[in-house]
């Protein structure tokens, strides 16, 4: 299995404008995670989905922030608009149940 | 509520010598519990994890972990390092029954020198 995609590696981008990042889970995987992590908070988990349905997004920051997930290999995550604050590198993961979680290489999203 | 520790934000060894990379956690009932490497620039890998059964967990590249419940404790061990294992090493715990969210520590940063 090629494992976690995620798309693109790099984003760059100017304040205001909308960002939206990709991932595809690795098949079979029924728990998909949206991640950030920053220098100063760490790893901070935004959202995930069972089965394509939206479980806990109590991590999202903002109303600048939407995920979704129209099928079980494939979720977006936007931001509009992005703003400086939000450039960090955010990473997909996904796991079979309860099991261990994989993790995608991740995007490196700079807001200037 | 769940939550996790990894006490120290850097550990130093030399190479060869054995290395421990501190964690506690608190969770109501029994834990789940991982431990996961990040490289540079790189996504997080998982080492291993503690289910149930043996409270030693062996796992990738050398790596174990005791479980110790009583200390409530999942400190990562191994008996020689190697400068490739310098990395970020974050704990993570999940409670049996809860949802499919792991929490995760702040992390620890290994630095093996020859």
């Known amino acids: 299995d090629a494992g976690v995609i995620q798309s693109p590696r790099h984003e760059v981008t100017e304040m205001g404008q909308e960002v939206t990042l990709r991932c595809k889970p690795i098949?079979?995987?029924?728990?998909l995670f949206w991640y950030r992590q920053t220098m100063m908070r760490g790893l901070e988990l935004l959202i995930y989905?069972?089965?394509?349905?939206?479980?806990?997004d109590s991590g999202m920051p903002e109303d600048r922030f939407s995920a979704k997930m129209p099928n079980a290999s494939f979720s977006t995550l936007k931001i509009q608009p992005s703003e400086p604050r939000d450039s960090a590198v955010y990473f997909c993961?996904?796991?079979?149940?309860?099991?261990?979680?994989?993790f995608g290489p991740g995007t490196r999203l700079t807001v200037t | 509520a769940q939550s996790v520790a990894q006490p120290e934000d850097q550990v130093n060894v030399a190479e060869g010598n054995p290395l421990t990379v501190k964690c506690t956690y608190s969770?109501?009932?029994?834990?789940?519990l991982f431990w996961y490497v990040q490289y540079p620039n790189r996504g997080l890998q998982f080492l291993l994890k503690?289910?149930?059964?043996?409270?030693l967990v062996k796992g990738s590249y050398g790596f174990e972990a005791e479980f110790n419940k009583s200390q409530t404790s999942f400190h990562l061990k191994k008996p020689s390092a190697l400068v490739s294992d310098s990395a970020l090493y974050f704990c993570?715990?999940?409670?049996?029954?809860?949802?499919?969210?792991?929490?995760f520590g702040k992390g620890t940063k290994l630095s093996v020198k020859p």
């Open positions: 503690y289910i149930t059964g043996d409270n």
């Open positions: 098949s079979g995987h029924d728990y």
């Open positions: 993961a996904s796991s079979l149940g309860y099991s261990e979680q994989y």
């Open positions: 989905f069972n089965n394509n349905v939206p479980i806990d």
């Open positions: 969770v109501s009932g029994n834990p789940y």
């Open positions: 993570a715990v999940r409670s049996r029954g809860s949802q499919g969210n792991l929490i």
